[in-house]
């Protein structure tokens, strides 16, 4: 039987402290191999500075990421290569077309002249935009310049692609497209997925890290993560009435309006209310159970 393979990511013992000496990572290690990982955590997590400093974007300020054994701080253009990266707050120039967007794009990435048409158009097929590829992107929809983050983020072929907050303005439709297209870039790559959005990351990952208070509070599979919350999980149905008092008093991880008031899903170590009824969990009651004992650290 042949070896493992390495895993070409290597988070050592990461810190960042911004100058005014708040701590958003703490001594974070992780290995990551190929395949899709999701990233989740509440705001201020230490999520989006975390894909700044895989992205070098940024420095850490104590310990080290390596890329295929390389340190990316030293140096950058080990990973650049390699490198596919949407941000959040990803932005456009509104007077170029799609394709002459990406077209500059593959230039600054450093694409090979004779290779970049065929490329542009590749992309564009992928995220559903070769019919548009002409149009101007400030005539373009928010869920439609989101695809073009993506598309630009594929464009040197990426052995590691970021993507923070991809499907944010996505209608429902284009959301599945891009969980699809998640699965069939997956394989050979390592696909890093930061979102607030459960349901992306349980359709698509194999894995999955749970960063609060810029540290990893879990790391694994994603039926060990909701295997831990068994047994935690209620279904209870109250008047709407109730509602904001059941809220302020317990861990909702979801509610939704049934005839006779409001069903709500809860995490508790004990049971809420007599009339209340075990649930099996699914990824966003684990997700709140987790938060939920680092709120009582």
């Known amino acids: ?6 895993p070409p990511l290597r988070i050592e013992a990461l810190s960042y402290r911004y100058p005014n000496g708040h701590r958003a990572i703490e001594n974070l290690d992780l ?79 450093g694409l090979p002249a004779a290779t970049i048409a065929e490329r542009v158009d590749e992309c564009l097929a992928l995220v559903g935009l070769a019919e548009v590829r002409e149009r101007r992107l400030g005539d373009f929809s928010g869920g439609m310049r989101q695809r073009v983050g993506i598309a630009q983020a594929l464009l040197n072929d990426p052995k590691l692609l970021i993507v923070d907050e991809p499907t944010v303005g996505l209608d429902p439709e284009e959301r599945l497209r891009f969980r699809h297209l998640l699965t069939d870039l997956a394989g050979e790559r390592l696909v890093i997925l930061s979102t607030h959005i459960v349901s992306d990351i349980e359709a698509s990952a194999s894995a999955i890290a749970v960063m609060a208070q810029g540290q990893l509070r879990f790391y694994g599979d994603i039926e060990h993560l909701v295997a831990q919350a068994q047994g935690k999980v209620w279904d209870w149905t109250i008047a709407a009435e109730l509602l904001a008092a059941a809220r302020a008093g317990h861990h909702v991880s979801s509610s939704r309006r049934v005839p006779g008031g409001v069903q709500l899903r809860i995490v508790s170590e004990t049971r809420p209310s007599a009339d209340s009824e075990p649930a099996m969990p699914d990824l966003e009651d684990a997700y709140v159970c987790l938060l939920a004992q680092d709120k009582t650290r």
Request: proline share 8%; net charge positive; glycine share 10%.
């Open 1 to 6: 039987m042949s070896p493992t393979p390495a």
């Open 31 to 109: 290995a990551l191999s190929p395949g899709i990982v999701g990233l989740l955590g509440p705001n201020g997590a230490g999520k989006s500075t975390l894909m700044r400093i895989l992205a070098t974007l940024a420095r850490p300020s104590t310990g080290r990421v390596l890329w295929n054994g390389v340190d990316i701080a030293l140096t950058p253009d080990a990973v650049r290569a390699e490198l596919g990266y949407l941000p959040q707050d990803f932005g456009v120039y509104t007077a170029l077309s799609a394709a002459e967007f990406l077209r500059f794009l593959a230039a600054v990435k």
